[in-house]
């Protein structure tokens, strides 16, 4: 992908504060952005109560500890209002029940069985990468033991082929095989980003393809299980596929943007994030692979840190004068940039497929919301 | 369950000495013990090839990592013999499919996506349980770390699904529900184990469900899944599932009296394995439960032990006198005596189902072996 290498010198994109690093997205489809959130709550208020009581059905403590990582408890087992996330999976699935006709409902299955694979893969990923805080809390491994992160990991899991077989229909099989197929490239994901970790360089297409296996396949997942719940044909369901996987490119871009230069205050993370983690995302591995003077000078300081002991105690100074080295390299608006372009290959994906307009719009205003977002 | 509880004073069964504490099976069905070793072999080697062609679907390092759970190679990566295991469920997956009259490759997949599923939760329960030996070898988590465990358990579930769903009928979406069933069974089994470590007591139906779940569903999914591939009815797969289920609590009594007075040399376990690790397994809470001098002596000592601090410095005649308390308070004989009960409701729920008269006495001669066996 060499013609994608970014430009060695810095251009004119965004803005160079933190908190406001989104790229912008075709003024088109930004006219239906107001519909998102009624989206977002349509797939929450129909997915929500069938994935709870999916999850009452495990066996004491798991429903206990399955309830927690949800956040519908705390630590201490009270309720707890829970920040259930952007909720963007449940209405790309209930949404695609409406391509071929079906009410949005005949996506709810598909929409609570890729919840449940997704906060499965969260479970074990926590663990594996030792992270204690996702969504401003503590962990299940941090709060419950690594034991039940991965009992409660795989009974998600279980429970996600459960949810979608018990339907007992052909479609319900053929949902269950798609699923199983992104579940397997979320897996190849986790397995290329731990090796990753010991490895002093990744390349742009390594990183590319890490994020399509650990965000791309479960969003073209969700942006199908519904169609094909529907009774969608093979073609049909592989275009939705391909919308969802460059829409999950693009949302992982965005996040890598975030990850350095979000604003702490809306993401629930820290400060330079993803740098403090010393993680290979987009950006850094864009300006890594940029050349020039920055990119030069930005590999020997990462070289490094590797090898820093002080690393832990590094100022926001120090983080910050590698982010802007970063950007100086071109790391930053490369991402940006390719948010862009994985967002307009999402929406084109979609000419492929016979729909009516409204739902088109409806997947072009999630797309949208995918790239323009803070959090 | 107080009509099976053990009786209060040792009866005549059996001997007293290590490695020869199977109980007997009626003679009738002992006629046919000969073909279970071409049954077990044909079992292996129709699952064997299509098993190791599944695990070489996973990307690196998983591939290797997987080959080295199954005995593949050796940790340094080089070939290995490997133990692959009395191998019981390939040879009842391709058994069953004869009960429908298809071929016996027609149960080939169910056969592979069971181990699948099996090894899976050896992988998972290893690392949930610190086990560091499996089959003399290191276990997975102790050679390559535990994220590769929790990984490659993860690929080798998703797997399973796959080489199932992948056949694209509707039969592979019927045996892949049975399969989910029986998962979500062996997880809860596996919830109820690491609770009961944390109890003083665990009742006899407490631990008779736990082994149902850990051992029983499995084993049931096996005996009925090359059935279903090859289109049995739903009454004919319960029956079969009844008889892999039962199978599956005498296999499990067999285990738990080999876990205590079996032969380190046939077992490969340590010399009294299961006192060892405190595990409150049938003989144990049998004898607790009996009632009668030597059972409250047993409950004392054991209550004793679990506050002890020198526990892992305990005597072989240490062991001895605890496994002889055990056997006087008549957990060995009610165990004996479980499996055989077990054993009958196993060959009898085969009744319900017509099939050949040469698959009826392979089923039958398939739960003599796992009766009587030394390891």
Redesign the interface.
Known sequence: MPHRQPAAGPRTFGTATRGETVPTVPPASTETAADVTALLERGRTLATPVLRAAVDRL?P??DTVAAYHFGWIDAAGNPAAGDGGKAVRPALAVLSAEVTGSAPETGVPGAVAVELVHN?SLL?DD??DGDEQRRHRDTVWKVHG??QA??V???L???A??VL??L?S?E??RA??RL??A??AL??G???D??YEHRDRVSVEECLEMEGNKTGALLACASSIGAVLGGADDATADALERYGYHLGLAFQAVDDLLGIWGDPEATGKQTWSDLRQRKKSLPVVAALAAGGPASERLGEILAADAKSSDFENFSEEEFAARAALIEEAGGREWTAEEARRQHTIAVGALDAVTMPDRVRAAFAALADFVVVRKR
Chains 1, 2 share one sequence.
């Open positions: 066996a403590p798991m499965f074990h663990l594996m690594p034991a991965i009992l990991g795989d009974a899991f279980a429970l082929n459960e077989l018990e007992g052909v319900a099989g269950t095989r199983t197929t579940t397997r897996i190849d986790q397995a290329q731990i090796s």
